[in-house]
DNA sequence: TCATTAACACGGG
DNA sequence: CCCGTGTTAATGA
């Protein structure tokens, strides 16, 4: 867990010591456990979380009211769609869930763009993460048009264990198919083909990608 | 053509 | 037993 000193440490990397202040004594620390939900459809967004430890998961629900999984929020970022909302007065769009113990700090919407006029770090840290969200958005909007299901099936898979360091992956077929917006049939008709094509072997709740990957 | 949905059998934990 | 996995058949976009 986070203490104060931790956090004013952690704050003082991004923003200014003004702004790490203000922060402190306006927002609020919090911990939720895993599956908590911070914002839901339609609800009114009363504050912006940045994700200070754990992960955080924003989805939204498709015209069929299928949801897919728009980005996930871990250290020190925030959630652009949360700030729109709070800045506009508008309910949300997006719902947000705990992936695991996670820790933010609750901004209150008040002060967003007060803070905006007053802070040039503070106006960097957001901009900056419009982009990052915009950009990753790009990607994978680019990469749903484009590319076919196996070839983003590669890419979720070489994805994955570049961020984890590993050459096994331990998730389900059906985690995967919720993530990739598809069906579980779909993935493992896929992964049986992979791995019938020496690329990966396959066990229970575990891939490994073999060298041949890629 | 290729994804989705439903259904079923297999088997490991 | 429960759940993840492998497969198939029917249906749809």
Redesign the pocket.
């Known amino acids: 867990m986070m203490s104060i000193d931790n956090l004013r440490d952690k704050l003082s990397q991004i923003f200014e010591r003004e702004l790490v202040n203000e922060i402190i004594s306006a927002s609020e620390l919090i911990t939720v456990e895993e599956g908590a939900v911070l914002m839901d459809y339609g609800k009114k967004v009363k504050f912006m979380p940045i994700v200070i430890s754990g992960t955080l998961r924003v989805m939204r629900k498709d015209e069929?009211g299928?949801e897919i999984i728009l980005y996930y929020l871990t250290n020190n970022e925030s959630c652009a769609m949360a700030y729109t909302c709070c800045m506009e007065a508008k309910l949300s769009e997006v719902k947000a869930v705990a992936e695991d113990t996670l820790q933010i700090i609750k901004i209150p919407h008040e002060k967003l763009d007060e803070w905006l006029m007053k802070y040039p770090s503070w106006k960097s840290y957001v901009f900056n993460s419009f982009t990052q969200r915009f950009n990753e958005l790009l990607r994978s909007l680019e990469s749903v048009a484009f590319q076919?299901?196996?070839e983003r099936l590669i890419r979720y898979l070489t994805n994955k264990s570049k961020v984890s360091g590993k050459s096994s992956i331990q998730?389900?077929?059906?985690?995967?198919?919720e993530e990739m917006?598809?069906?579980?049939?779909?993935i493992?008709?896929?992964?049986?083909q992979l791995?019938n094509d020496k690329k990966l072997l396959?066990?229970?709740?575990?891939?490994k990608l073999l060298s041949t990957f890629g």
Not at 171 to 177: C, D, P, R, V, W
Not at 181 to 186: A, D
């Open positions: 069929e299928r076919k299901l196996d998730l389900s077929h059906n985690q995967i198919a917006g598809t069906s579980r049939v779909v493992s008709r896929l992964l049986k791995e396959l066990y229970r709740n575990e891939i």
